[in-house]
């Protein structure tokens, strides 16, 4: 577990609405889940609007992370164990 | 008296550590102890413009706080939320989500209020004013509902 800065990550999207983040996220993904706000990866609580859809495509994690000066990005994060997690506790979604 | 989360975002709108203050003040006055929950130029903003610590004694981190609402071991009765941005909203919306007990007010500012105060699909009292630099529009309405928010908890 650690920061995403120590992490192998792409920026797909930025500076983008939640809402535009959450499409976005879900045209990239060939697997989708719904998780609460506050689910937690790298340690970190998930900020979202619900429903927070986090997608996954080849097995990395693609997930919305929001600053508070500079909106939303959209990432694809090589996380293994982020994407066991998910799948075990996420909601799947069509 | 309880402590109050005062949760703000990004400092670039004017208006924002006025209000701050504003409700900090106000807060004290009511005999809670505000708290405010920041990034780390909107906390410094506040703590220029209150260096001794006058009204606002305590600050934290914005993600932390939310992290810690999430897992239970922090609660607060009432948060109040400072949004003029889509990421003020996300993160508003997710501390709604998180801390659900809680009684959260919104007050919205900056160019793009109105269009912000209708996408809000929480449960929340709103105060929403077009502002930037004046903080006048807002400051009846937000006053209004502080009186009553703080008798509800």
């Known amino acids: ?94 | 008296m309880g402590e109050v989360l005062i949760f703000i975002g990004c400092p670039q709108i004017p208006v924002q550590s006025a209000l701050v203050i504003h409700i900090a003040d106000f807060l004290q006055d009511a005999g809670h102890h505000p708290v405010v929950a920041a990034n780390p130029s909107a906390k410094q903003l506040v703590k220029t413009s209150d260096p001794k610590g006058y009204y606002v004694k305590d600050y934290k981190d914005l993600d932390k706080t939310i992290g810690e609402l999430a897992d239970g071991t922090l609660h607060y009765p009432l948060i109040i939320s400072l949004i003029h941005n889509d990421a003020g909203l996300t993160y508003t919306a997710t501390t709604a989500a998180v801390s659900p007990d809680s009684l959260l007010v919104s007050v919205l500012f900056g160019e793009h209020a109105y269009e912000l105060a209708e996408e809000i699909e929480y449960p929340t009292e709103k105060v929403v004013a077009p502002v930037t630099h004046n903080t006048r529009p807002l400051l009846t309405k937000l006053d209004e509902v502080l009186e009553w928010a703080v008798l509800k908890i």
Request: aromatic share 8%; net charge neutral.
């Open chain 1, 1 to 94: 577990m650690g920061c995403l800065e120590n992490m192998n990550y792409e920026v797909l999207a930025k500076n983008c609405s939640f809402k535009e983040a959450r499409e976005i996220i879900k045209s990239n993904s060939t697997e989708k889940y719904e998780v609460p706000p506050g689910f937690k990866l790298l340690d970190k609580a998930l900020i979202g609007i619900p429903p927070l859809i986090i997608g996954i495509a080849n097995e990395k994690l693609i997930y919305a992370y929001t600053k508070p000066c500079h909106g939303t990005f959209v990432v694809v994060v090589d996380d293994p164990e982020g994407v066991e997690q998910v799948r075990k506790n996420g909601k799947p979604v069509w």
